[in-house]
């Protein structure tokens, strides 16, 4: 059974750091991308960060390029999402998702997590 668990989250003031992190389980790790999306109220989910498992190429979203940092660590079928500098508009529940192969910028993901809520007061 596929798995994706995300923790992480939390309240925290503007200008504050979070760490993210999706732990994978039921498949070939290496093998997949991994991507964290956000979603507040009343707006689309967007893909934030995306790496990909298999060569450690990375994508950032305008919005949070130069604050916020993706890696992975394969030994522990985990992916991290480090948030630095947080806004008040960085607020959202965070999902990770993983698909087979390479990374793609769009919402074509095979596995979702739960999500976790991200909030940043100002």
């Known amino acids: 059974e596929v798995q994706l668990v995300e923790s992480g989250g939390g309240l925290v003031q503007a200008g504050g750091s979070l760490r993210l992190s999706c732990a994978a389980s039921?498949?070939?790790?290496?093998?997949?991308?991994i991507g964290w999306f956000r979603q507040a109220p009343g707006t689309e989910r967007e893909g934030v960060s995306f790496?990909?498992?298999?060569?450690?190429?990375?994508y950032y979203a305008d919005s949070v390029k130069g604050r916020f940092t993706i890696s992975s660590d394969n030994a522990k079928n985990t992916v991290y999402l480090q948030m630095n500098s947080l806004k008040p508009e960085d607020t959202a529940v965070y999902y990770c998702?993983?698909?087979?192969?390479?990374?793609?910028?769009?919402?074509?993901?095979?596995?979702w997590g739960q999500g976790t809520q991200v909030t940043v007061s100002s």
């Open positions: 998702a993983a698909k087979w192969g390479t990374i793609v910028v769009n919402h074509e993901y095979d596995y």
């Open positions: 039921g498949f070939t790790f290496d093998d997949y991308a």
């Open positions: 790496i990909s498992s298999s060569d450690y190429s990375t």
